[in-house]
C-alpha cells in the first residue's frame, strides 16, 4: 500500500511538472505579443490564481481552512515571498537569456538546491540513487553557465543566469516549506494562502515598474492560462504529490519541465 501511495505521489509530481513546461513558451508568447515586463506577468499570474486558490481550497477543507498553527505561519510566508520572488527572477531570466536556457537553469540547478534545503531543514537525507541523479543535474548547471547564448551583452547574460539560478533557489524553499507543511494541512491549503499574501508583496515593485492594465484579448486568455492551469492546477497536483514523495525525489522527478519546455519552442 506503501509502494502504490508513493508511485502515485510521484505520477502527481510528474503531471504536474508536465504543465509548468508550458509556462515559459506561454510567457514567451506573451512577451512577444505586449510589452509588459516580468513584474507585471508576475503580478497577474499571481493576481489570477490566488482567488481560484482559495474558493477551491476552502471548499475541500471547509472551516478548517484558516486553522493554522503558529508554528507554520512562517513556513506560510516563506512560501508567499519565495513564490513573488521566483516570478520575476524567472520571467526576467527568459527575457536576458531565452527560454531555453532560463527552463534549464532553473530546472536543473533546483534539485541541487532542494536536496540541501532538505538535508539541512528536514533531515531528509539523499539516498545514493538521488545523490547520483543529483551530479548531472549539477554538472548540467555549469554546462549551462559556460554555453550561454552568445547573444546580447556579456552583463545580461550573466544577469539572466543568476535571475535563472535564483528562480531554482525559490523554487527549492517553495518544495521544501510545502514539504514540510503536508503531514499537517491539506495539500492546496499552504499555498492558497501563500499566493494572496504573495500578490501583495509583489505588488508594490509591479506598480513601481510599470503594472501594465492595457493587454490585448489574447494577452488577457495567456495571462488566465498562466494563472489557472498549470499554476492553480500544476501546484495542486504538486503539493499533493509532496504528501508521499520526499522533496529531493519531487525536484528530481519536475526535471520532466525542460523537456516539455524545449518541445513548445
Keep these: 500500500m506503501a509502494n502504490r501511495q508513493r508511485l502515485r505521489g510521484m505520477l502527481l509530481v510528474a503531471l504536474a511538472a508536465a504543465s509548468w513546461g508550458t509556462i515559459g513558451a506561454a510567457v514567451a508568447l506573451l512577451n512577444r505579443i505586449t510589452t509588459a515586463d516580468a513584474f507585471s506577468t508576475g503580478f497577474w499570474r499571481m493576481a489570477i490564481s490566488a482567488p481560484a486558490l482559495l474558493l477551491l481550497s476552502r471548499w475541500l477543507t471547509g472551516a478548517n481552512f484558516w486553522r493554522v498553527q503558529a508554528r507554520d505561519r512562517l513556513h506560510i510566508g516563506s512560501i508567499a515571498a519565495a513564490f513573488a520572488a521566483y516570478q520575476v527572477c524567472y520571467f526576467a531570466a527568459i527575457e536576458r537569456i531565452g527560454l531555453s536556457s532560463a527552463v534549464m537553469l532553473n530546472i536543473c540547478s533546483a534539485p541541487v538546491f532542494v536536496a540541501l534545503l532538505a538535508a539541512l531543514l528536514l533531515h531528509e537525507r539523499p539516498g545514493w540513487a538521488v545523490a547520483a541523479l543529483l551530479l548531472p543535474a549539477l554538472c548540467g548547471v ?40 503536508a503531514p499537517r494541512y491539506h495539500p492546496l491549503q499552504p499555498v492558497a494562502l501563500a499566493f494572496p499574501l ?22 488577457w486568455l495567456l495571462l488566465l492560462y498562466i494563472g489557472l492551469v498549470p499554476t492553480v492546477g500544476g501546484y495542486g497536483l504538486y503539493l499533493w504529490g509532496l ?19 524545449a518541445a513548445w519552442r
Design 142 to 181: 555549469w554546462l549551462l553557465v559556460r554555453a550561454s547564448p552568445a547573444a546580447g551583452p556579456p552583463a545580461a547574460r550573466i544577469a539572466g543566469a543568476l535571475l535563472a539560478l535564483s528562480a531554482g533557489l525559490c523554487y527549492s524553499v517553495v518544495a521544501v516549506s510545502a514539504r514540510a507543511l
Design 198 to 219: 504573495g500578490a501583495l508583496l509583489l505588488l508594490p515593485f509591479a506598480l513601481q515598474h510599470g503594472l501594465q492594465f492595457a493587454y490585448p484579448a489574447n494577452g
Design 243 to 261: 504528501q508521499t514523495t520526499p522533496a529531493p525525489v519531487a525536484a528530481i522527478i519536475a526535471l520532466i519541465e525542460p523537456l516539455l519546455g
